[in-house]
């Protein structure tokens, strides 16, 4: 049974940064695509970034340049290093687990962690 954990939100004023990781379990398949989406308040879950298992990674516009995966393919664990926060990075964050080489959609992604809420304060 695939099982991920999110870790690491938090709150952070205008400017800061957070590290959150994803650890996967319960699935030994060697070539999968992990990646993080996020919900702000009231709007529709987004795809931010994905990592590949052939090393590949995908940013959206929105985070290029600020956000950085990582994905630890033995480990299965994806990280997501962020900097320069923003107010509109305020959302739940959620780790997600597609076995195969997938875009970054939601509904690409069959398997999601429980989210962790991250808060940017101007």
């Known amino acids: 049974q695939v099982h991920l954990v999110e870790s690491g939100g938090g709150s952070v004023p205008a400017g800061g940064s957070l590290t959150l990781s994803c650890a996967g379990s319960?699935?030994?398949?060697?070539?999968?695509?992990m990646g993080w989406f996020r919900q702000p308040p009231g709007k529709e879950r987004e795809g931010i970034a994905l990592?590949?298992?052939?090393?590949?990674?995908t940013y959206a516009d929105s985070v290029k340049g600020r956000f950085t995966v990582s994905l630890d393919s033995i480990k299965r664990t994806l990280t997501l290093e962020m900097s320069s926060l923003q107010p509109e990075d305020t959302a739940i964050y959620y780790c997600?687990?597609?076995?195969?080489?997938?875009?970054?959609?939601?509904?690409?992604?069959?398997?999601w962690g429980q989210g962790t809420q991250v808060t940017v304060s101007s």
């Open positions: 990592g590949f298992t052939d090393g590949r990674t």
């Open positions: 997600a687990l597609s076995k195969w080489y997938v875009d970054i959609k939601p509904d690409d992604f069959p398997y």
């Open positions: 319960g699935f030994t398949d060697e070539l999968y695509t």
